[in-house]
């Protein structure tokens, strides 16, 4: 099992990024995917996630507006696109696969709630 996520990297205030999370190993299209984010001296926290069909998506508050989850089942790839970057979006950038629980922002943004997890890609939001 492996989740692979790229294209974290310096980025100013304002500007964008687009992650990818390649998948491989499970039956990518049985799971939901999310991206969770820890800043440091953090906790881990859930910022979107994606059902399975692509159908549904959930935000948390703090980057509603902003960033942006989509996911291709055919080449087994979830993307983040991430707009007007703050210097608070600063974190390592997780995708993890699991089943959607909700209310997602409640209950199915826990870590506990997932089971495979990539190894993290760094987004830092500096001028």
């Known amino acids: 099992v492996q989740l692979q996520a790229s294209g974290g990297g310096l980025v100013q205030p304002g500007g964008s990024l687009r992650l990818s999370c390649a998948a491989s190993g499970f039956r990518f299209a049985h799971y939901a995917i999310a991206w969770f984010r820890q800043a440091p001296g953090k906790e881990r926290e859930g910022v979107l996630c994606?059902?399975?069909?692509?159908?549904?998506?959930y935000y948390a508050d703090s980057v509603k507006g902003r960033f942006t989850i989509s996911r291709d089942n055919a080449k087994n790839t979830v993307y983040l696109q991430m707009n007007s970057l703050k210097p608070e979006d600063t974190a390592v950038y997780y995708c993890?696969?699991?089943?959607?629980?909700?209310?997602?922002?409640?209950?199915?943004?826990?870590?506990?709630?997932?089971?495979?997890w990539g190894q993290g890609t760094l987004v830092t939001v500096s001028s």
């Open positions: 994606i059902s399975v069909s692509g159908g549904s998506t």
């Open positions: 993890a696969a699991g089943h959607l629980i909700l209310p997602w922002a409640s209950v199915g943004s826990a870590v506990s709630e997932y089971d495979y």
